[in-house]
């Protein structure tokens, strides 16, 4: 596998969304390139920064909202 | 129909409710455990809270109502997240004209990650420093700035962690139409980044020293 090859399957690798070979072939280009390390670093970090990104609770009101909307339509 | 409650909670809305069905259905609270991860999938699509509660809350009185249809032993937060998607999606076509439509220039995918991590001047350790460097504000802004189907994908795959095959049960599209819309919003995604993290690093008094 080539550093464009790797690319190319980068983020199916990171989504674990590969089969067991192609994932294996991943790992072994990148145990020997570098570069590509980079690549998967800078691609793991965007994942991380969008899921710290989007880590808000809902307003505790909304709750009671849901219960009392959902007791309201269940009593006719 | 009744063979799959999934997809009939969405589209016969004005059928008769079946009477409970032992094996069907789920409590409140099992129901709630999810109401963080739909509200903030909500503020996403919404891009602001009372629209976002209003969403969760229609999401919530749908699940309800079709109860018995959802077979107890499937997935309730997938469940859940079809029919939030469904909701925000009959939203979208209502009240707005985003496009997926949008262009994308011909850079290579490789020549964009140079640019990020050669010239961004981003290293080995570029992960943390890059965590330091870039604000959850400015992240949601470019997240938000994504257009929705791009931006609907990218928040079920990094934020919630559904499966390429979850969602595209979840929006009812070909798993390729999933994986294309995750690549483009991403790269758009990457491209603000690289843009993003070279300031953000090089800044005197940045965090990258």
Known sequence: ?76 | MRNNPNGAALTASDEPLPGPVSGFGFSDGEALEHLDALYRTALRLTRNPADAEDLVQETYLRAFRFRDRFAANSNLRAWLFKILSNAAISRFRHTSHESADTSLDDMPEADLYSRAVADGGLEMSAEDELLSAVLDVDVRRALEELPEPFRLAVVLSDVEGFSYKEIADMLDVPLGTVMSRLFRGRRILRRWLAEEARPALTRPGGTAA
């Open chain 1, 1 to 76: 596998m080539n550093c464009a090859e790797m690319i190319r399957l980068l983020e199916q690798f990171v989504d674990r969304e590969l089969s067991s070979t192609e994932a294996f072939e991943v790992q072994a280009h990148l145990d020997n390139c570098p570069c590509c390390v980079d690549i998967f670093h800078f691609e793991t970090a965007m994942r991380r920064l969008v899921r710290r990104a989007c880590s808000e609770s809902a307003p505790p009101s909304l709750r009671d909202r849901i219960l009392s909307g959902l007791h309201t339509e269940s009593d006719p």
